[in-house]
């Protein structure tokens, strides 16, 4: 009898670290739940603590969060019982995914049916997405509908960047130029990489520098990473530089460099061009958005 019971015992318990397991695997394959309490620090028009939300307002924001990260509508209404439109802005899911919203900052509206403001999603690089919104909310007592006048992600002209200089001999280049993740690859640089200008290393060394853009880049704007000894206007060498879009939406640019950097002066210097006719004519001309020294 004692047996059997015990045969019972071990079986529920393999079925529960089953149950767990698969839970667990569940959870990483369709990733974060749509959140139902804002986390987040809700900022005003002054950027200064806003007052409380109302009920409908919180809604509002956790499913136009929850759109802009891909969600479907059908799956909005039922964990949150808000209605909110199918296409918001499409391919948003593919930048936001890894990100989470750390504020939104209201503007001043007519009444509290009423919302806009910037929301910004961010990560622990600092790479950041920040989106426009301008939206009403029908209040209903069973059910609240959102309605967006606009959605737009919000880009700019001179893009956050953070360089880090690398030894070649620390690091295997092939896992550079064929990193899937944004994250990981930034932590893994940032640990070994040389402080510029506080360097002990003498001699002529062979380098890789390594930009990360903290934001996404424009559409209808290049980018070149280059090699110069003249710290004013745009020229320098790219022809080594190498570019790559992590995660389909993040570049990375990569170049290997070969100084002594207790002699050599030079910069890395990182410049921005829009296409003809896709932005003012200030941003069709080539214009330097960082610039990083080398020497010591």
């Known amino acids: 009898m004692l047996n ?30 749509i959140p139902k309490n804002i986390n987040y620090e809700i900022l005003n028009n002054e950027f200064r603590p806003h007052s409380q939300l109302t009920s409908n307002q919180s809604s509002a924001l956790l499913a136009l969060e929850a759109k802009i990260r891909g969600y479907s509508s059908k799956k909005i209404k039922k ?58 909310i029908d209040a209903k007592e069973k059910s609240s509908s959102v309605n967006i006048q606009a959605l737009e992600l919000v880009t700019q002209s001179n893009t956050e960047i953070e360089l880090f200089l690398i030894p070649e001999d620390a690091i295997n280049t092939s896992t550079i130029y064929a990193a899937k993740d944004y994250s990981k690859l930034y932590k893994e640089i940032s640990s070994i990489a040389t402080k510029i200008n506080h360097t002990t290393v003498t001699g002529l060394q062979k380098y890789i520098a390594v930009a990360f853009y903290k934001e996404l880049i424009a559409p209808n704007m290049s980018i070149n990473m280059k090699l110069t000894d003249m710290q004013e206007g745009t020229s320098g060498q790219a022809d080594e530089s190498h570019y790559k879009l992590v995660e389909d939406a993040w570049l990375v640019t990569i170049l290997p460099l070969h100084l002594d950097l207790a002699r050599d002066k030079r910069w890395i210097k990182i410049t921005a061009q829009a296409k003809t006719d896709a932005y003012n004519s200030d941003l069709s001309e080539e214009h330097v958005i960082g610039l990083f020294p080398l020497s010591i």
Not at 16 to 24: G, H, K, M, R
Not at 88 to 113: C, H, M, Q, Y
Request: proline share 3%; no cysteine.
């Open 79 to 136: 964990k949150l019982g808000i209605s909110i439109p199918d296409t918001l802005f499409p391919g948003s899911e593919i930048f936001t995914k890894p990100l989470t919203v750390d504020e939104v900052a209201l503007a001043n509206t007519a009444s509290e049916s009423d919302m806009a403001g910037f929301m910004r999603f961010t990560d622990e690089t600092g790479r950041h997405a920040t989106f426009w919104f301008d939206l009403t």
């Open 4 to 33: 059997r019971i015990y045969k019972v015992i071990s079986a529920l318990i393999i079925l529960a670290i089953s149950l767990f397991a698969f839970e667990v695997f569940a959870f990483g394959l369709l990733g974060q739940k």
